[in-house]
Every structure is written in C-alpha cells, then in structure tokens.
C-alpha cells in the first residue's frame, strides 16, 4: 500500500499549483483522502479531504475559497488545486487515506505518501 504525492515546486505568490497523490497497491475507490501540511518548526495540519464518492469535501479555514480537492477513482489518484498562494502555504504536504473523510481529517489516517515540498517566494 503505498501513496505517491508529487506535484511540488518553487512558486511565486499568487500563483497555483496543483498537487497529486496516486495510490498504489489497493483500490483506495471506497477510502476517503485527504492532505496535509507541515512547516518548518510547526505541527502538522489538515488541509483537505474527500469522501470516497467524492460527494463531501472539506477544507482548513486556511485555505477554503482559494483551494479544490478532487479525486479520479479510476486513476486512484486524488488532486489538491491550490491556487493565490501565499508565504503561510509554504510546506511539505502529505496526502493521507483510511476508511473514511472524517478518519483522515482527524490526522489519524493509516496510509501516508512521502510528502512534497511547496514554496511560495515573495
């Protein structure tokens, strides 16, 4: 079982990105995904989630208005779209998979990909 997110880079403010984690090695269809952040020196914090039908997706205050998270089942791959992107996004994002949204929102999902950095420059 395993999580590949990629997607990263060096991005000025304002700008977007979009991330992508692909899971591997089980059909993640009826598990709910999500992301995560963390940056230097904080704690981890939830970013986004969604259902495995994609019909309910959540959002960090952080980032609600300016962010998209979607999934394509049959890829068994989820997107982050982040976009006005500021100084506060910079960090490394981890996607994450379990049962269900709301496990992997409590950031006590079973299933972690590697992480990718993103850094927004001024």
């Known amino acids: 079982v395993q999580l590949q997110a990629s997607g990263g880079g060096l991005v000025q403010a304002e700008g977007s990105l979009r991330l992508s984690c692909a899971a591997s090695?089980?059909?993640?269809?009826?598990?709910?995904m999500g992301w995560f952040r963390q940056a230097p020196g904080k704690e981890r914090e939830f970013v986004a989630a969604?259902?495995?039908?994609?019909?309910?997706?959540y959002y960090a205050d952080s980032v609600k208005g300016r962010s998209s998270i979607s999934r394509d089942t049959a890829k068994n791959t989820v997107y982050l779209q982040m976009n006005s992107l500021n100084y506060e996004d910079t960090a490394v994002y981890y996607c994450?998979?379990?049962?269900?949204?709301?496990?992997?929102?409590?950031?006590?999902?079973?299933?972690w990909g590697q992480g990718t950095q993103v850094t927004v420059s001024s």
């Open positions: 969604i259902s495995w039908g994609g019909g309910s997706t």
């Open positions: 090695g089980r059909t993640f269809s009826s598990y709910g």
């Open positions: 994450a998979a379990d049962i269900s949204a709301s496990v992997v929102k409590t950031g006590r999902a079973n299933y």
